[in-house]
């Protein structure tokens, strides 16, 4: 069955999948059952976006009125959608609905026999020279015509994929009209960078002829396996482990069969991204930008502790402080004034909450100045947005991102070649000072130490107990490790203010002890179930929630999964925290609204957010949102959503670098994965006043009794030491 008629709005729409319930105004002429009081029908597809009055045609049929509830009437169930240009009446309104105007819409329909194909290679300057259009204006709406015909081309060919409108807009923006070409001829490099899933790749590709054992999808698998090993922080992997995990991507229900292991290990030789060290136990499999980063780390750290810059020293000048401050710093703090101020190089300040790591980098930058006044270009810096806000506020010195100082820019979001700061053109500072070690990935610190002059000073600061970074390596602790790099650790726990056992409980979690001090500032309920657990954080977010400061109460939870996972915890509370009759969309899984608590999931270097940036949406709309953010104000198109994140409840992982007031814990009982000690010794060191853990019977003391015992395959250790003992 076919109908004709006008789009009115969208009644329902998914923005990520495309899904929606639009509003079709039909004429009186179709005599149908089924229209509603305003003389619409409703219409179910998967479709791109319309301007009210764009004329459209739809194939299908209704449903069955017995599949439905009495009060509502039918659906149209639409098979196929375009738009209408059959006549001159529906032409003219199509192009108005492109944002012309119905005098120069008709002209153009006259210029181009109201032909859909030539008006989208009409020449520009007919239409500039017989309309009011300039040709700028005639570029635009042509252009606006060409991505919703090759949209709508690519929706209806690719349907039977179940690929999501998101991903068929990516496609026709980046590739035009050779995008079916392009993604037919390498589906899994073409359908990873516009977002498909490994399955999708897989079908396009069998369907196309493509064996299971072609290079493009052993590549593809090997890639996809790394990207699994990186998540897991690993720098490397045996050969074992990779054959492994790529026979385990190779089968699903599209090839059945698994890639054998003979084909993936002869591929490993030759595919040109990997490279392969082999060693007198196991050889070694790294991404070869993974292993260079680990090399250049080496020698770029080499370069910066030998060739170094006696500074002016004067002891005098710690006590002349202390005598200005009135304190006395405790024996270690001392000991990194006396360490780190008499020549440039790399230096390392660890230690625990409350051990005075803000007061002692205070207090280094104020000695330094003093005694070197003529250096006086001092940057701070934390590897994510929220950390370097902190930083700003601890130390009331601007801080910024790595990346940033770095000038870090990529060609695209999906290349891994960049341009930022490097020997030719370093960063201008006498001394750099960075926080949050513990979570840089040997990738950003490569960048880093690449980008630093020699004759700087480089002080890297962080806690060791914390969680290691997301991306590869484990360069802290590396650092560390290595002997190499001068490291004072502060071990000294000073009084914390009002007698809150929060950092005594966070050294006893530590140290694997459960007995744990409980007062009003740090407390612990029990629940006999996630379910039930789940309520209870609701009630304790409720109960200390400041509309008016938003950021002050966080709620962290080890996991996204489960009655007490981030994801339902996330849906839960902004159904009780933002009761507002704002603007909202729906986003796959995922609903926004505006004065949302949001974060940002992945860094965007042109758009300039990054991983871990929070904020509250101010202005919400199907292509746009905006989230000030701090200082700053991120505007994000439809292609960005995929970044953002509700952010009532985070991860764990995701709240490092931050510190908050209020912090809930939700400890759910499974998955047990999950329940360590380094997750909640995180957790419970990011709130500066109270802590509220909320546990599943007794999953607060098997995750205090589960230490990390997992080691991350990395290098750089050893390449260091290698590096420090060969002149």
Same mark, same amino acid.
């Given at each position: ?83 209408? /240009? ?23 329909? %006259? ?71 392009? &993604? ?19 079908? =396009? ?63 490993? #030789? ?42 002016? #020293? ?32 790399? #230096? ?59 000038? #870090? ?5 999906? +290349? ?29 610190? +490569?960048?880093?130490?690449?980008? =630093? ?54 050294? %006893? ?6 007995? &744990? =001090? ?103 709309? +199907?292509?746009?949102?905006?989230? *000030? ?15 953002? +994140? ?7 992982? %995701? ?8 912090? =809930? ?10 329940? %360590? ?16 853990? /909320? ?31 060969? *002149?």
């Amino acid at each position: 069955m076919e109908v004709k008629g006008t789009f009115e709005r969208f009644k329902f729409r998914d923005v990520k999948s495309g899904m929606s319930y639009i509003s079709l105004k039909v004429s009186e002429d179709y005599n149908l059952q089924n229209i509603d009081n305003y003389g619409c029908i409703t219409v179910s597809c998967i479709c791109g976006y319309y301007a009210k009055g764009a004329p459209l045609i739809v194939i299908g049929d209704f449903e069955e009125k017995s599949s439905i509830s009495n009060n509502l009437l039918p659906k149209f169930i639409a098979t196929s959608i375009k738009e209408d /240009v059959t006549d001159q009446k529906s032409f003219v309104r199509y192009l108005t609905s492109l944002g012309a105007k119905s005098s120069d819409a008709i002209v153009i329909s %006259k210029i181009c026999n109201c032909n859909l194909n030539d008006f989208l290679h009409i020449q520009i300057s007919e239409i500039a020279k017989k309309t009011s259009l300039s040709e700028i204006e005639a570029i635009e709406i042509i252009e606006r015509a060409k991505i919703t015909d090759n949209t709508r081309k690519l929706m209806s060919e690719l349907a039977r994929y179940k690929i999501s409108y998101n991903a068929i807009e990516h496609l026709a923006r980046e590739y035009g009209s050779i995008a079916e070409t392009a &993604l037919y001829s390498d589906p899994w490099e073409i359908g990873r960078k516009i977002g498909l899933s490994f399955i999708a790749c897989d079908s =396009i590709g069998k369907e196309h002829g493509i064996s299971y054992v072609d290079d493009r999808r052993i590549n593809a698998i090997l890639k996809k396996a790394f990207e699994l090993i990186g998540n897991t922080g690993h720098c490397y992997v045996d050969m074992e482990t990779l054959i492994k995990y790529s026979v385990q991507i190779s089968v699903n229900q599209v090839f059945g069969t698994p890639v054998p292991d003979m084909v993936i290990s002869q591929k490993l #030789y030759s595919n040109k991204t990997l490279f392969i060290e082999e060693g007198n136990d196991k050889s070694r499999i790294y991404l070869k930008k993974i292993r260079y980063a680990e090399i250049n780390s080496a020698n770029q750290l080499y370069r910066l502790c030998s060739d170094k810059i006696k500074y002016n #020293y004067n002891e005098q000048i710690l006590y002349d402080i202390e005598k200005e401050k009135g304190i006395q710093y405790a024996s270690q703090q001392k000991l990194a004034f006396k360490t780190f101020l008499k020549e440039s190089g790399v #230096y390392i300040l660890t230690g625990g909450p409350g051990t005075g790591k803000t007061a002692t980098v205070d207090l280094l930058v104020n000695g330094f100045m003093r005694m070197n006044p003529e250096l006086n270009i001092i940057k701070m810096s934390a590897p994510t947005g929220r950390a370097a806000q902190r930083m700003t506020e601890a130390t009331e010195r601007p801080a910024e991102t790595i990346h940033k100082m770095c000038d #870090y820019r990529p060609y695209n979001n999906n +290349s891994d070649e960049y341009l930022c700061k490097d020997a030719d053109n370093p960063i201008c500072a006498d001394v750099i000072i960075c926080d949050e070690m513990s979570m840089t990935d040997i990738e950003l610190f +490569s960048i880093l130490v690449t980008a =630093i002059k020699t004759g700087t000073l480089l002080i890297l600061v962080g806690d060791v107990n914390q969680l290691s970074s997301v991306g590869p390596g484990n360069v802290l602790e590396d650092l560390i490790n290595s002997g190499c790099i001068p490291t004072v650790m502060l071990t000294e726990v000073f009084r914390q203010k009002g007698d809150s056992p929060i950092v005594t409980n966070a050294y %006893k979690i530590n140290e694997g002890k459960t007995d &744990l =001090i409980y007062n009003d500032n740090f407390q612990l309920i029990r629940a006999d179930s996630d379910v039930e657990g789940a309520k209870i954080v609701c009630e304790q977010v409720l109960k200390y929630y400041d509309h008016n400061n938003q950021f002050d109460v966080q709620l962290l939870a080890p996991t996204r999964k489960g009655p007490m996972g981030v994801n339902e915890m996330n849906k839960k509370l902004q159904q009780l925290l933002n009761t507002g009759d704002g603007e909202k969309i729906t986003y796959g899984n995922s609903v926004f609204k505006e004065r949302d608590k949001v974060i940002l999931m992945n860094n965007n270097y042109g758009k300039d957010y990054f991983n871990g940036d929070i904020g509250i949406i101010d202005k919400l709309s +199907s292509s746009e949102m905006i989230i *000030p953010n701090g200082t700053k104000i991120t505007e994000l198109g439809r292609e960005n959503f995929d970044d953002v +994140s509700l952010a009532y409840g985070m991860t764990v992982h %995701k709240s490092q670098g931050s510190e908050y007031k209020v912090v =809930i814990i939700a400890l759910p009982k499974e998955p047990k994965i999950m329940l %360590k000690r380094k997750i909640l010794y995180t957790a419970v060191t990011r709130a500066k006043l109270k802590v509220i853990i /909320v546990s599943t019977k007794d999953a607060l003391e098997i995750a205090i009794r589960t230490s990390d015992v997992g080691q991350r395959n990395t290098s750089l250790a050893e390449r260091i030491i290698l590096r420090f003992n060969t *002149p």
